[in-house]
């Protein structure tokens, strides 16, 4: 596939029994049973051209939680997967008012630094609901295409300086 673009359920529940063998998870590990979020993204992720693109909408847990998921998203760090992270403004989708984030993943990349976008704050109210406007998402398009650097709102993050937080991407 050349491109995907991914918002599966959060925090769902998921059989991972006998998947370790599994050419999905085999690399980067097992995602834990009471949530699937990186079972989704690696699935994406293995289904994915050499030169393709993918991004995924998951809770913004996934870039700082422990345990089976710490794991993976070291394995993804490692394995130079995560091109961008963007943080997304809460109640941005109907039903869910909690953080949301966008990964975007490659299966090769020129670079090895993560790039780092903090779009919380760009939004209008509508409702009881945050909406990103016209503006706000050509300002994450831009940044994320371009790999700029702007003064609290993105910053492009070396591996060793990942490394030391212990690869916590919060």
Do not use: C
């Not at 690696?42 to 994915?48: A, G």
């Not at 394995?75 to 992270?85: R, T």
């Not at 003064?151 to 030391?164: L, P, T, W």
Request: net charge positive.
């Amino acid at each position: 596939i050349d491109a995907i673009v991914s918002n599966p359920p959060y925090s769902q529940k998921w059989d991972s029994e006998n998947k370790e063998s599994d050419p999905r998870y085999a690399r980067f590990g097992l995602a834990p049973k009471t949530k699937a979020d990186y079972a989704f993204l690696l699935h994406d992720l293995y289904h994915l051209k050499p030169d393709g693109i993918m991004t995924i909408v998951l809770p913004h847990g996934v870039l700082f939680r422990g345990g089976e998921e710490g794991v993976i998203r070291k394995n993804l760090i490692e394995q130079n997967h995560i091109d961008a992270i963007i943080g997304l403004p809460a109640n941005i989708f109907l039903g869910t008012g909690i953080p949301t984030i966008i990964i975007v993943l490659k299966q090769k990349r020129e670079n090895s630094d993560i790039l780092i976008v903090d779009a919380s704050k760009g939004f209008e109210k509508v409702g009881k609901n945050n909406k990103l406007r016209a503006s706000d998402i050509k300002k994450i398009a831009d940044t994320v295409i371009n790999r700029t650097d702007i003064y609290k709102y993105s910053r492009a993050v070396s591996k060793d300086e990942i490394r030391e937080n212990d690869y916590n991407l919060n």
